[in-house]
């Protein structure tokens, strides 16, 4: 040792002091265990005892501390995973909960390597854990917010879908009134204002007669207009490629685009789907013959993906882009397709640009999937 320069000593010490406050000023503990079942510590830094509340020399001198602290739910995990890298010689990596000496839950992000000798066998463990505690309850307080906002959202979807259905109802029950009652009687009173014309031989009260006629029988029409556009029969009896197809083909939609329907659906969707379907197209068709100025309108309906997908296609003066979250005026309909899908558990596209026509695309399974619950919680 006397030949050893007092300068070498000097510069080892302060290089030893620099190195452990290095190590203690490290928000974590470090520590050195031996490859043993309950991973005997040979060395803890004093951080131990500010996250933790155990004294080195304790949590040093009792071997089974460490397996003693380890949360009841979490124990068995991560033996399993010490005793694999112990076996193995993998790191070992968990995250998991220790019972601090006050009795404070501490979450543990725990990783170690093994260290070999010379010979290369193993000789001690080298690792760091690092208190998350604070990491943990954010994510739980996210995965909460997050069940709420799942929970909200469910909620809003089945009391949408309920509303549809409660419109869909009462459009039913109001076509069945106009069909019954309504049209009945307006046809009786057309039929009998041609009569009376019939039996007027003043040219006068006899004009004003079939101008009468002429009032009934435009009303009947338009009765019958409201009594399509409300639940057009066929949707229920013949299903949704004829109701469609009548739709396109009605005489007061002319003048109009030619219209193409092209059908390649193997099953006939169910009656809610079948529904929600046709209101979509009817939107889209709609919005073409009023805003497009389009020449030809091709509607596309396919089994695909375990779904049912609807395509309108038009060769009109196209969109410009929109901003949906502030639909302006004559736009409401295209967030009415979009929600309607979303509402059916699938999709809906609009693509457009001006000039190049505007092509409308949706999706919805034939059966609805359950809805997945978001999970961001870790390891525990």
């Not at 000593?9 to 290095?22: D, K, N, P, S």
């Not at 080195?56 to 991560?78: C, F, G, I, K, S």
């Not at 029950?173 to 009569?195: G, K, N």
């Not at 019958?224 to 009548?246: I, Q, S, Y």
């Amino acid at each position: 040792m006397s030949d050893i320069p007092a300068e070498f000593v000097l510069g080892l010490r302060e290089a030893q002091e620099t190195y452990r406050r290095l190590v203690e000023g490290i928000p974590a503990i470090l520590y050195v265990d031996a490859v043993d079942d309950v991973s005997s510590n040979i060395y803890t830094s004093p951080q131990v005892e500010e996250i933790l509340g155990f004294a080195v020399e304790q949590w040093r001198e009792e071997p089974n501390l460490w397996v003693a602290r380890l949360h009841e739910e979490d124990r068995e995990r991560v033996l399993a995973l010490h005793r694999r890298s112990n076996e193995t010689g993998e790191p070992f990596r968990a995250e998991y909960r220790l019972i601090a000496a006050d009795g404070r839950e501490v979450w543990i992000r725990d990783e170690a390597v093994l260290v070999r000798d010379a010979t290369g066998r193993p000789a001690y463990w080298r690792g760091v854990m690092l208190d998350i505690t604070d990491r943990k309850r954010a994510e739980e307080k996210l995965q909460r917010s997050l069940e709420i906002l799942r929970r909200t959202m469910e909620d809003r979807r089945r009391l949408a879908a309920r509303l549809e259905e409660a419109q869909e109802e009462e459009r039913r029950r109001i076509a069945a009134d106009i069909h019954d009652d309504t049209i009945q009687v307006v046809s009786a009173a057309d039929l009998r204002a041609q009569a009376l014309a019939q039996r007027i031989s003043d040219p006068e009260l006899r004009s004003e007669a079939e101008a009468l006629h002429e009032a009934l029988s435009d009303a009947v029409e338009r009765l019958r207009h409201l009594l399509f556009e409300l639940r057009p029969p066929a949707l229920d009896r013949k299903g949704l490629v004829a109701a469609l197809r009548e739709y396109l083909e009605h005489p007061w939609r002319r003048p109009g685009p030619a219209v193409e329907l092209e059908d390649r659906l193997e099953v006939e969707p169910p009656p809610e789907l079948r529904t929600t379907l046709f209101r979509i197209a009817q939107e889209a068709i709609t919005n073409v013959q009023k805003h497009a100025g389009a020449t030809r309108l091709r509607v596309t309906v396919e089994t695909a993906d375990g779904g049912v997908r609807l395509r309108v296609e038009d060769d009109g003066r196209g969109l410009d882009a929109l901003d949906l979250s502030e639909p302006e005026p004559g736009h409401l309909g295209i967030t009415a397709m979009i929600e309607r899908a979303e509402l059916a558990g699938g999709r809906c596209r609009i693509e457009g640009s001006p000039g190049r026509g505007t092509r409308v695309e949706c999706w919805v399974p034939l059966e609805r999937p359950r809805d997945p619950l978001v999970d961001v919680s870790g390891a525990g």
